[in-house]
């Protein structure tokens, strides 16, 4: 049995969900067709639309389904970018910062590239904490200019914890619009999206046992944004294609034993993890937790291991059927040094040395366990590997 | 054994892979991110360093069984490699990037971290062989297919690399057959073309990627006695050997074609003269290895061959060690050899050592003065 601990990257499907995925998926009709096949297929998506929105604490109206988070980042930053910019060709600045996902930050890059948008990065301390003050100072200065704010609610690296609601007051006072990516967040902590003062919200369902290929922005009914794909309309003409009702409705559930279960979960995996971190730190001094001071997500673990390769760490765990993970997964597998480390203020060498474990509703004590075996002897000889690659 | 398979995403390696796993090894397969910023698809006859050549590497894994990951070298790369390259193009010299990838990467860098990550060899796509002689000492020799032989870039591994170096298409007779065998067990790398160019250089136009990083100088183009015969732009962009570009607009005196005989960075000159000019009988150079157990009795001059380009002739030659130099006396001269590439001593078909060539002697300098100084090129 191999022992997974990767579920910042994927999380198993729940066998309620895949169960329930499978028989949806034998329905036929296309939900926008107006006969009897096409509006049972319908009422499957809209009740999906309802119970996601309930898991959300929004409104049903508020939630468009989409591919998955990047798509959702896609549609949030270059709808609402644009949407601003043609209100007013002032607002060209978009707030955001160097430990974000690539889902946002590469769009983010575009607009700059190409619809002359200008970046302002919020500074990270070197535990990833944003600094407010700054961004309050900015907003101060600079509001008249900025077309939106995209800050993700936790980072899916490291794990450490936004005040959303600190930048929402900020931003909101001078009618900012605010876009995070919940990807990380969403089932882990509590999210009210009526609570928050969001604009837009990315969520994803693979992040917590639904299946790949779904995913949903929140969209606040006060927010207006420009469509990234056309066609059919679908979507409140803010997503066409024909919507996939089996995921969507997946997705919903998924989502529904997330909530209903966070609460116990937050405090059976705060405690898994607690007891890894604790011994982990006592196998070798090169091995340092990151974000330590600072609020993390319970089932994220990061650490840094100081003059090793995260490759060497991560081929050796894998043999051993331990699956870690160096930090976000990338094109063609390649370890490189995390952007996110980067921008905390770790040098290249330093942010080589990166192993991420991640915790999901499947992961128990003995998963620890297994990776605790192991990794003493992965990481003598991943120090003795050295940098020698690099 | 534990074997760590190097698979670049082309047909060699896949099928040297799939073979040392037939012969029982446990092989984990490992391609080696070499570009810090991989182009996306295939271009040009380029064999490895794009996303879609560690695809191919990863369904070939996939096909055979076996686990697969990718190493980033890509600092190591450019730092030993491509730098390696511009400054030895820089100093006038012209490198080969292929060997120095062998002598610093994959049988250093590489073999390093698979030896501390527990393994026991490093297997490659390489076509050469592994012998044993009488006393239990390994050996390189050339490969059963001669047209594909590329034990010459492998004339850099020393005896302690060659224990734990593993080519298991050595002993094929031909690079068809390889395809065969990799069509037969369904590899979708078998139809894959050949790779030619250097794989770092994305157009394939080494002499205007060389001119973007070194800039280009207008200078001289003289002939052997220092006249002016025309001009270049940039005295890098010609290699010893060259005929083709140099436009001089009138034809030599006795009306026969003129060669690059020297590349002088210095003076930004590019010394140019007729191809008998060219001809070298004496190569040395002091950073020389033995490729395995070194020759007894080295200080004498004893008989072998030299090959000095990859895909090149071997020559007979005299080679000895002269006070800590290698020195190959050619008994037939080579035509453009430049310093800077590397030239491999063969006993038979064993490798037995190799070194940058530092030194020649121009046969036209040694039949005119009768003695073995050095000529004007290379010095």
Known sequence: MRVYLDNAATTPIRPEVLECYIDTLKLIGNPSSVHSSGQQVRQVLEEARESLAKSLDCDRSEVLFTSGGTESDNLAIKGIYWQRRDEDSIRNVVITAGTEHHGVIDPIEWLEAHEGAEVQLVPVNYDGELDLAWLAKYLEDNHSKVALISLMWANNETGVVTDIKAITTLANAFGIPVHTDAVAAFGHLPTSFKESGLAAMSISAHKLGGPVGIGALIVSRATKLVSIIHGGGQERGMRSGTMNAPAAKAFALASEIAVATLDHERARLAAIKGNMVEKAKTINASLVLTSEKTETLPNIAHFTLAGGSGDSLLFLLDQDGISVSTGSACQAGVNRPSHVLIAMGRTEDEAKGCLRITLGHESTEADIEALLTSLPKAIDATLRAGLSSQ | ?379
């Open chain 2, 1 to 379: 054994m534990k074997v760590l398979a190097a698979m670049s995403g082309g047909v060699d390696s896949a099928v040297a892979a799939a073979r040392a796993v037939e012969a029982g090894h446990e092989v984990v397969g490992v391609h080696l991110a070499l570009s810090r910023m991989p182009g996306t698809l295939r271009t040009g006859s380029r064999g490895c360093c794009t996303i879609e050549d560690s695809m191919d590497a990863q369904r070939a894994a996939n096909l055979i069984g076996i686990p697969y990951y990718v190493w980033d070298f890509s600092e190591k790369f450019k730092a030993e490699v491509v730098d390696d390259f511009i400054s030895e193009y820089q100093s006038g010299r012209t490198p080969n990037p292929c060997m120095r990838c062998n002598e610093r990467i994959k049988f250093a860098a590489l073999l390093e971290k698979a030896l501390a990550l527990g393994f026991d060899a490093v297997c490659t796509g390489h076509y050469a062989s592994l012998l044993t002689d009488e006393e239990g000492n390994l050996e390189l020799h050339r490969s059963m297919a001669l047209a594909k032989d590329q034990s010459y870039v492998l004339g850099v591994l020393t005896a302690d690399q060659l224990k734990h170096s593993m080519f298991p298409i050595g002993h094929t007779a031909s690079k068809d057959e390889i395809r065969a065998e990799a069509a037969a067990r369904g590899l979708s790398v078998a139809a894959k073309p050949d790779s030619y160019d250097i794989c770092f250089i994305p157009e394939g136009d080494t002499q205007d990627w060389l001119a973007e990083r070194l800039g280009s100088t207008a200078g001289d183009i003289v002939d052997m006695d220092g006249n002016v015969l025309g001009n270049h732009q940039g005295a890098h962009g010609f290699t010893v050997g060259q005929r083709k570009g140099l436009q001089l607009g009138k034809p030599a005196a006795d009306g026969r074609p003129r060669y690059v005989l020297a590349v002088d960075v210095n003076s930004n000159k590019v010394v140019v003269g007729p191809q008998q000019a060219l001809a070298v009988v004496e190569l040395s150079g002091d950073r020389f290895t033995w490729c395995g157990k070194p020759k007894d009795n080295a200080e004498e001059f004893f008989d072998a061959h030299v090959q000095v380009r990859a895909h090149g002739e071997q020559v007979p030659a005299k080679v000895a060690v002269v006070d800590g130099a290698l020195v190959m006396r050619l008994e037939e001269p080579i035509l453009g050899v430049a310093p800077g590439q590397t030239a491999v001593v063969y006993l038979g078909t064993r490798v037995l050592a190799q070194t940058t060539i530092d030194r020649t002697v121009s046969a036209v300098d040694a039949f005119s003065t009768g003695s073995a100084s050095a000529g004007p090129i290379g010095q």
